[in-house]
């Protein structure tokens, strides 16, 4: 417990290394990302990838990246996690005009197309990782992907991708992945598909009650994988210091003791204060801290092994923003300052029920 505590505090404490100086970030973005569409005034939008290319023209961070041509995923691949029944329901739905998947889900012509270079995506940016041509990876994909089952879509989404992303790693021999997810809403699909597992920790912080009703306290895995999913249910209202905390209590020791191979983030942006599919207070500066928490949980954990994908984020001037500071964050442009952990916050209470709940699997 004391190498431990020693650890706990370096992490949070030294955040000014030069080390990371150098860190090569590659990004995949397709045409078919924006072929996808929901239908008219549909909040999951081609204009959430056109506003993030726009911000990363106009302040020139493109020239800064390495940019990756996604490779359309297998069929066996997707089946690392999802059901062949489910695989061809998708399919199905190639090139017929309209498909309602569920009440606010549903393709196009392009659909199965995107999500099948979607997923791909995430598998080839892991490859270019484990290969060490790039350092970190962030795939601008759509569709999303948490909330698809193994044998259902929902939530806007086809398939899991970053649950898809672990199962490509386990099929590598990776034992032991930490998926960080900090969308507003439950990834109730990445839980659900390894639940059962010890070799994926799934962490996330979501408002609760809300959609998609799944992701309490209790919730913490089944069989071998109990303790291994550590859900983070939130009331509305909680902003950065609130997230950050949860960061530093929670996340880094959990993240610490099961020491990682590989770190995959589902990034949703719509817990951002002026996000109306959420109501949570996170700034784009709070976004900014909780990616460099990230960066350097990967740095001492597993060899920089990091790759966010994206999820949701519908407030578009939001999203612009917050994948601005983000992106910074990962190039080493900015570095934000520690938060006193003496400072009270109103997750305060949240962090001691989690602490006590998770006491049997984690040391806090």
């Known amino acids: 417990m004391d190498a431990l505590k020693s650890y706990y505090q370096y992490i949070i404490i030294d955040l000014t290394s030069d080390d990371i100086n150098m860190r090569k970030i590659g990004i995949s973005i397709d045409e ?15 204009d959430r990838i056109y506003v993030i290319n726009d911000m990363l023209n106009q302040t020139e961070i493109i020239q800064k990246l390495k940019i990756l041509k996604p490779r359309d995923a297998t069929k066996q691949e997707i089946l690392n996690v999802h059901t062949e029944k489910y695989y061809e329901r998708i399919k199905s739905t190639k090139g017929k005009e309209k498909v309602f998947l569920d009440q606010d889900t549903s393709t196009n012509p392009f659909s199965f197309d995107a999500a099948m270079r979607a997923s791909g995506g995430v598998l080839q940016s892991i490859d270019e990782i484990i290969s060490k041509e790039i350092d970190i990876a962030f795939p601008l994909v759509r569709p999303p992907g948490h909330h698809a089952e193994a044998d259902r879509a929902m939530g806007f989404c086809l398939f899991n991708n970053i649950a898809l992303g672990a199962g490509y790693l386990l099929s590598k021999g990776f034992s032991r992945i930490l998926i960080i997810d900090f969308d507003v ?41 109990q303790g291994y999913t550590v859900n983070i249910p939130l009331s509305t209202g909680m902003g950065d210091a609130e997230y950050i905390k949860i960061f530093q209590e929670i996340l880094i020791p959990i993240a610490a003791q099961y020491k990682p191979e590989f770190i995959l983030v589902s990034a949703g942006f719509d817990s951002f204060i002026d996000d109306a599919m959420g109501g949570m207070n996170v700034t784009a500066e709070g976004f900014a801290k909780l990616t460099e928490i990230v960066i350097y949980l990967s740095e001492q954990l597993c060899d920089g092994k990091l790759i966010f994908v994206l999820e949701g ?29 003496t400072e009270s916050t109103k997750a305060d209470s949240t962090i001691d029920e989690i602490k006590k709940s998770y006491s049997q699997f984690w040391k806090f």
Do not use: A, M, R
């Open 32 to 46: 078919l990302f924006i072929k996808h569409e929901n239908g008219f005034d549909h909040p999951e939008s081609p």
């Open 185 to 225: 809403h439950h990834g109730n699909g990445t839980q659900h598909i390894f639940e059962d597992s010890k070799n994926v920790l799934f962490f996330s912080t979501h408002q609760f009650p809300y959609y998609p009703g799944t992701g309490s306290i209790d919730e913490k895995g089944v069989d071998q994988g």
């Open 313 to 341: 984020g519908y407030n578009l001037n939001g999203l612009w923003e917050c994948t601005n500071k983000v992106f910074e964050t990962l190039l080493n442009y900015n570095k934000t300052d520690s938060n006193n952990l």
